[in-house]
């Protein structure tokens, strides 16, 4: 068995090989440098010739399915069912794996199984348990980077349809740690953290490791499974805490179809996602794209779950005398729902317009 993330992996470990045909469980321990977020794992196993034949032919319908179809799943109940992988004892939750496809190992058509992540579940930990909540918050996030240490990105703490801007501590003795601090009022149940990037020059990039929030009025102290992420030009993410015994939000892409009916002068579109649950906040589509009559332009939007989608609001931004008429549908990758609107008529820059989502 093999652990894998985006840009590392664990060495191969052996499980012993069940005597019967009952499903079993099997646990065991894995030393390794800090692997961030778990991508996937592979099994591999020893199969006879016949059994070789019939995960090539799992295989070749993968391929097929995979380039025509989209993600299927194949072969469930062979080798591995799915896997849960946790970090420590004291981490709040772990990976669950259960999407199964089978993949070709090398030319000497040996083959594998890969679980890829699916879902995470909150845990119990042995740590104390503290309240999460209280009248006052004194928040402070430890970021630690890579990239240029002058770059400091934007971050907001979110709750409900409400984002709360924290403040950079400068601290010229560490410049690969980052401090942030948010005083103030309880801003109630925290839901996500919000960084955002402005211009950044071609080569310039910033690199987020690790993040730790903690309320150090309440004690809270919450993690981010999923970090490891790089920002270039007005590039935004969110990350969703993990709190104890709770099951975590997970993120989902949002896909804005924009289909031009009329425009003028040079500008650039800015939106945000309104949804039951929550916003996207306002995402700038950083392309270089004249949008020209007929033209048809994408613009992706990694947001925490917002829920069912209610709202779009537009601006533009650019030369004095721009405007805008498009129109819009909203997709969402990991289910296919689509969402339209009306189309959308911006007379200049800077003016909010705010439009109805209807699924389609």
């Excluded at 025509?68 to 072969?75: L, R």
């Excluded at 829920?307 to 909203?330: A, F, M, N, T």
Aim: glycine share 6%; charged share 25%.
């Amino acid at each position: 068995l093999q652990i894998l993330r985006t840009f590392s992996f664990t060495e191969l470990r052996h499980i012993p090989s069940p005597h019967h045909s009952i499903f079993q469980e099997y646990s065991f321990k894995v030393e390794c440098v800090h692997l961030g977020r778990i991508n996937c794992i592979k099994v591999i196993g020893n199969f006879s010739e016949k059994g070789q034949a019939i995960l090539e032919g799992f295989s070749v319908l993968q391929d097929i399915w995979d380039k025509h179809v989209g993600s299927v799943e194949t072969a469930g109940n062979i080798l591995a069912v799915s896997a849960h992988v946790r970090e420590s004892t004291h981490c709040p939750y772990r990976y669950v794996l259960r999407e199964s496809k089978i993949r070709e190992l090398d030319d000497n058509k040996a083959y594998f199984k890969v679980l890829t992540f699916s879902d995470m579940e909150g845990l119990a930990t042995r740590n104390k348990k503290h309240k999460f909540t209280s009248d006052t918050d004194d928040w402070v996030l430890k970021m630690s980077i890579e990239g240029a240490n002058h770059l400091t990105p934007e971050v907001s703490l979110c709750s409900g349809h409400q984002a709360y801007p924290m403040n950079y501590q400068p601290d010229e003795s560490n410049d690969n740690l980052y401090t942030y601090e948010m005083r103030g009022p309880s801003i109630g149940n925290l839901q996500k953290l919000r960084i955002g990037m402005g211009e950044l020059e071609q080569t310039e990039h910033l690199y987020i490791k690790k993040m730790r929030l903690a309320n150090q009025i309440t004690k809270t102290i919450l993690r981010f499974p999923s970090v490891d992420t790089e920002f270039e030009s007005h590039q935004v993410y969110e990350f969703s805490p993990v709190y104890p015994d709770i099951q975590p939000t997970l993120n989902l892409l949002y896909t804005i179809t924009l289909t031009t009916i009329a425009s003028s002068g040079t500008f650039r579109p800015v939106f945000n996602l309104i949804g039951e649950e929550g916003e996207s906040g306002m995402r700038k589509f950083f392309d270089d794209t004249n949008f020209e009559e007929g033209s048809r332009n994408e613009f992706d939007v990694d947001a925490v779950n917002l829920g069912p989608l209610r709202e779009l609001e537009v601006l533009i931004e650019g030369d004095e005398g721009s405007s805008w008429s498009v129109d819009v549908v909203v997709g969402m990758a990991d289910n296919g729902v689509q969402y339209v609107t009306d189309t959308a008529d911006i007379p200049k820059p800077g003016q909010l317009v705010r439009l109805s989502l209807q699924q389609r």
